[in-house]
């Protein structure tokens, strides 16, 4: 099917982007990758009477790494993120989550805001932003303000987001510790699908091998995707052993809102939740002693 008909504008700004999206009020959409918004309207679900194109705009393609914070432009592509070496570095789980976001076709147009924006429960950016604790600023024409992840993603393919604002910038927290490592597993019926259940995990350890710091989230099985800090809390100080492990990931199963659907059942996501999340918080940890 093709979409209904609509106006389109470029905006070379994103001020201008956002007195866009004030002046055309409800009807205004920003596209920018268009890899979800071309189909949602190709399939009526949207139906937007205005698109803003936010593809030209310099000021939303950027990555500016500190030693504390990576600062990324949204409409920065994630096949420009998937191979910058710095990130990789300073934020390997954003790029273990990328390897899994769709294909390469569609990462070469996908823009890391509008993947966030869009919310899919089971998208790989979105629970790599949970678990990392993410910060996503937002402008408008009347001013900017920003939003922490848990705040941000608010239900299936729902955001904090405001119809007038455009996503600026997200500022993802790097973990400064000796040895980090992180992991990101999923499961989907093909390569490049919406996973049906995803997990990451991202683990700091001492010089013994006990966890200083740990973080971990599930998708794709609730309305949005899931970090569970107080259960990662209770994981430091031990060496992830297998119950302190599996108690976790048991109770955080505990916690979700798997539905069933053609791909899976309730139950099938909640087992698949588990098992990933703990094989993540295994791999992570692997990974943060090699580091050592
Ligand atoms: C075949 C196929 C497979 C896919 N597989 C996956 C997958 O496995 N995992 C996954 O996560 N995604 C997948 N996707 C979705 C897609 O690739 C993107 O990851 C992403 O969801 C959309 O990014 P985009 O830049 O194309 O955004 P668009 O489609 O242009 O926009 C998406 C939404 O974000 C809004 N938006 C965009 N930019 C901004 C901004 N700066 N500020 C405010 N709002 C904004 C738009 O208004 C719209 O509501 C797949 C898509 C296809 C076609």
Same mark, same amino acid.
């Given at each position: #099917?093709?979409?209904?008909?609509?106006?389109? &504008?470029?905006?070379?700004?994103?001020?201008?982007?956002?007195?866009?999206?004030?002046?055309?009020?409800?009807?205004?959409?920003?596209?920018?990758?268009?890899?979800?918004l071309?189909?949602? #309207?190709?399939?009526r679900?949207?139906?937007?009477?205005?698109l @803003?194109?936010?593809n030209?705009?310099?000021?939303?393609?950027?990555?500016?790494?500190?030693?504390? #914070?990576?600062? @990324?432009? !949204?409409?920065?592509?994630?096949?420009?993120?998937?191979k910058?070496?710095?990130?990789a570095?300073?934020l390997?789980?954003?790029?273990?989550?990328?390897?899994?976001?769709?294909? &390469?076709?569609?990462?070469?147009?996908?823009?890391?805001?509008?993947?966030l924006?869009?919310?899919?429960?089971? !998208?790989?950016?979105?629970?790599?932003?949970?678990?990392l604790?993410?910060? #996503?600023?937002?402008?408008s024409?009347?001013?900017?303000?920003?939003?922490?992840?848990?705040?941000?993603?608010s239900?299936?393919?729902?955001?904090?987001?405001?119809?007038?604002?455009?996503?600026?910038?997200i500022?993802?927290?790097?973990?400064?510790?000796?040895?980090?490592?992180?992991?990101?597993?999923?499961?989907?019926?093909?390569?490049?699908?919406?996973?049906?259940?995803?997990?990451?995990?991202?683990?700091?350890?001492?010089?013994?091998?006990?966890?200083?710091?740990v !973080?971990?989230?599930?998708?794709g099985?609730?309305?949005?995707?899931? $970090?569970?800090?107080?259960?990662? /809390?209770r994981?430091?100080?031990?060496?992830?052993? $297998?119950? /302190?492990?599996?108690? $976790?990931?048991?109770?955080a199963?505990?916690?979700?809102?798997?539905?069933?659907?053609?791909?899976?059942?309730?139950?099938?996501?909640?087992?698949? !939740?588990?098992?990933?999340?703990?094989?993540?918080?295994?791999s992570?940890?692997?990974?943060?002693?090699?580091?050592?």
């Open positions: #099917m093709k979409s209904p008909p609509f106006e389109y &504008v470029r905006a070379r700004s994103v001020d201008e982007a956002c007195e866009l999206l004030s002046s055309h009020g409800e009807g205004a959409k920003l596209i920018a990758g268009g890899q979800s071309v189909p949602m #309207m190709a399939f679900l949207l139906r937007p009477s205005w @803003i194109d936010v030209e705009i310099a000021a939303l393609k950027f990555v500016d790494a500190q030693p504390d #914070m990576v600062r @990324i432009g !949204a409409g920065t592509r994630q096949c420009v993120l998937a910058d070496a710095t990130l570095r300073l390997p789980l954003v790029r273990q989550a990328l390897a899994w976001v769709g294909h &390469v076709q569609t990462r070469n147009r996908g823009t890391i805001g509008g993947s924006v869009h919310a899919d429960p089971s !998208a790989e950016l979105p629970l790599a932003a949970q678990v604790g993410a910060q #996503m600023k937002l402008r024409k009347s001013g900017q303000r920003t939003l922490a992840a848990d705040q941000f993603f239900g299936p393919m729902m955001t904090g987001i405001r119809l007038n604002e455009c996503l600026d910038e500022h993802w927290p790097v973990w400064q510790d000796a040895r980090v490592g992180s992991a990101f597993q999923e499961v989907s019926r093909r390569h490049g699908d919406f996973a049906i259940v995803g997990a990451a995990a991202q683990v700091a350890v001492d010089e013994s091998g006990r966890c200083t710091r !973080a971990f989230g599930i998708g099985a609730g309305p949005a995707p899931l $970090a569970f800090p107080k259960l990662a /809390a994981l430091v100080g031990t060496s992830l052993d $297998a119950d /302190a492990v599996q108690s $976790a990931v048991h109770d199963a505990a916690e979700l809102e798997p539905g069933t659907d053609t791909h899976a059942t309730a139950a099938y996501r909640r087992h698949l !939740a588990r098992v990933l999340a703990a094989r993540v918080l295994r992570a940890y692997e990974s943060a002693r090699g580091g050592a």
